[in-house]
Every structure is written in C-alpha cells, then in structure tokens.
C-alpha cells in the first residue's frame, strides 16, 4: 500500500536490506487563513481565464502518452479512512470527493534509455475552473507491484487524502513499477530517481491541461524512507534547472548512502555473517564490473535482503558501489551536502533502525554548512520513534508546513 502504512517501509533490522539496504527497505504567499480553509472545509474557488493547450511533445523526456479514470473516492470515503485507528494519516479533514487517473509518459530508466512509465494523478472535485496547488508524492520503498502509485487508489492512500484536502496530487511508480515493471528498479541512484519525478510533473502538467483542469503557481514535494531520498533528488534537480518550488518536506531518507550502508550492515555484522559462512569476503574496486567472481557476494546479499514473494527487481547497483568501497560514487548518488534555495523541512526519529537518525542530522548540518538558509528538522517524538511510528508524525508536519504556503485549496 502505501506511505502511511506499515507496508511503505524499509523492514525492521534483521530484514534489514530487504527494507532497509534499505533494499531496506516512503512560493509563498498564502496566510493562517489558507490553512484554516483546509481544516474546515471551505476552499477558495478563484476561477482563472483557460489557457492555450500546448501542442504534446513526442519521444523524448516528459512526453504524455494516456491517461485513464481508475477510481472515484468520496469525501466520506475519505474520512472514513482517516478514522480508522490504524490509519497513518495526518490529523485533517477532507474536503473534496477526488478521481484518480493512471498516467503514462516517457522518461529514462536506470541505463539512460528511454522507456514507458507511469503514475498517478488524482484530482479534487472542485468547481470547474477552480485552480489548485500541484503537489508530487514519492512514495517509499515497496515490494509488491500492487503498492505502487497507480495501482494504490485506495482511500487510506496518501496521495488520496492529500487529495481530498484542495490539492493536485501526482505521484510517479518510479521505474521498475507500475507501466515499467520487469526493469530493473534503479534503487537509491539519485539521477534516474530524480528523472522520474521531473519527467512525471512535465507529463501531468500537459494531461491536466489538456483536461482542462487549471493549476496556480505553486509546485510541493514530499516523500518519506526512500520517497524523502527521492523527494530531495528531485528537489535538487529542479532548482538546478530553475524551476521553482514553494516547499519540499522529507522524511526518514538515507541521504547520506555510505553512512547508511556502514551503519546497517558493518555495525550489525550482516556482511560478515553471510560471507564468511561461504568464504566470500569485501571485495575491491573490480569487483563492480560484470564477471568477476566476488559479485557473488553482492548476489548472496540481494539474496537474503529482498522478500522471496517480491514482484519488483532491485538493481543492486548501490550495494556494489558499497562493497567495492567506492567512495565518490556513493558521494555523488548522498543528498546531504548541497544548498537547498526551497523551504525544506526534514523529519525523523532517534530510534529509527531502518533508516538510521544520523541522515537527517547529516543533511542538516551540511545542507546548511552549504549555505542552505530555510531547513530544519522536526524530530519525531512518538512512542516508538522508528521508522513506521513516525510515519503519521511526518504526515502531520508535512500537511501543516505547506498549509502555510498554499493558495486556492
């Protein structure tokens, strides 16, 4: 299912990798009155002039190529959802019935070759012309090509409620799910996670305007586990094309990918205790490419970390970088370093075993040693505060942070 379920996280420690190696493994301008809008249940419905549909842009990045209707969800279906004690979803009120369209769209899977993706794109019910914010939701690391985006529609779905409270709601499979499953899923490689996310917004902006459906000025990002990993990718990719965004929220991502993998796997013995049952040890910087002996340990690895009854294929890309000790490379795949220009807010909790603590304290520090002027993290106090009892936490932040940026809910 999803992000503010049990199933979007990276597992428990000893399943570690399954989940955790992580195979491991989820503007301005607006004022208090925008978020009381949104918890009360009335909404600006400031209708705006239609604008030129742009001519559809064909084999390459971005390109939109259908869109389907998959599922209604009413307001009450909403809240109902939000009711349900196990529900993970933040403390709100929905406001709109919402529909749900499959997207596909053209974008570049982990070899750089262009292949057919999909997501999803769910759209409140508002009055017709009525504008709305567009929001993208990475969702976390999942097994099971049922929990992607576009196949999770269900009401208790993240990208439903956010829906249901006045925002355009887009959420990209990522490749290896949904429209690309049998690829090769590029786990926690920053360029191809960052590529689906910006080629996803590039389609759903020409599928919403050739609906007929208006969107203001405003563009949010949030994901938890990997989806916060990807959350920042994306972020990162988009400031550096200039594209502005109003604010980015993450939370529990391994940013920092040596010091996850170190603190996963060297501190809990996993490497040790698989490779020395069968005489394999850490290989070197050769083992990387195809053919050499010592990727059976990386085999072994994928092997024990990966749910048997998984429907999705892993690259195991990230733990050969790893293994082989290659330093730059996981250097240039970490999101802790850089300068953020979005408001960006960061959640996690202390006792996450899945995604160690550390990565948020990292990216905040050196986000901000980079000059990053607007980030802060809110730690998550819940009892426990791991990975999935954080999850509802970060919900929480996540909905109130934007409610103070967002316009025409």
Known sequence: MHCFTYRHLLRPTYQLLACALLLTAC??????????????????????????????????????????????????????????????????????????????YQTLDGDGKLSTASGIIAVPQKPTGAKS?????????????????????????????????????IAADYIGYGASQG??????????????????IVAAKQWLAEQRQPLNDQLFLTGYSEGGYVTLAAQQALEAAGTPITASVAGAGPYDLQYTLDE????????????????LSRPDLAAK???????????????????KESDIKFSKTFLMDWMANDYPTM????????????????????????????????????????????IELDECFAIPADHTGCIKPYAQVMTQYFSTFAKDL
């Not at 002039?49 to 064909?58: E, H, Q, V, Y």
Request: aromatic residues 6%; proline residues 7%; neutral net charge.
């Open 27 to 104: 503007g301005s301008g607006s004022s208090t009155s925008n978020a009381q809008n949104n918890l009360t249940g009335t909404s600006d419905t400031t209708t705006t002039a239609l604008a030129p549909i742009p001519a559809r842009i064909t084999n390459t990045r971005g390109a939109l190529l259908d869109g389907t209707l998959v599922k209604t969800n009413t307001v009450q279906e909403s809240t109902a959802a939000i009711s349900n004690p196990t529900a993970k979803a933040p403390a709100v009120i929905p406001v709109y019935d919402v529909k749900q369209y499959r997207v596909t």
């Open 133 to 169: 914010p567009l929001l993208s939701f990475q969702h976390g690391t999942v097994f099971h090509n049922i929990e992607a985006p576009s196949n999770d529609t269900v009401a208790t779905s993240p990208v439903n409620i956010i829906a249901s409270l006045g925002f355009v709601v």
């Open 183 to 200: 690829k090769d899923h590029p786990y926690l490689q920053k360029d191809p996670s960052a590529v689906a996310v910006t080629d996803f």
């Open 264 to 279: 996963l796997l060297n501190t809990k013995a996993i490497l040790s205790a698989a490779g020395g049952a069968l005489g």
């Open 289 to 307: 490419y195809p053919g050499k002996v010592d990727e059976a340990t990386v085999d072994l690895l994928m092997y024990i970390l990966i749910p």
């Open 331 to 374: 250097k240039n795949n970490s999101l802790y370093d850089w300068q953020a220009k979005t408001p960006t807010r960061l959640t996690h909790g202390r006792d996450d075993d899945t995604v160690p603590f550390g990565n948020s304290t990292r990216a905040l520090d050196g986000m901000r040693a980079k000059g990053t002027s607007n």
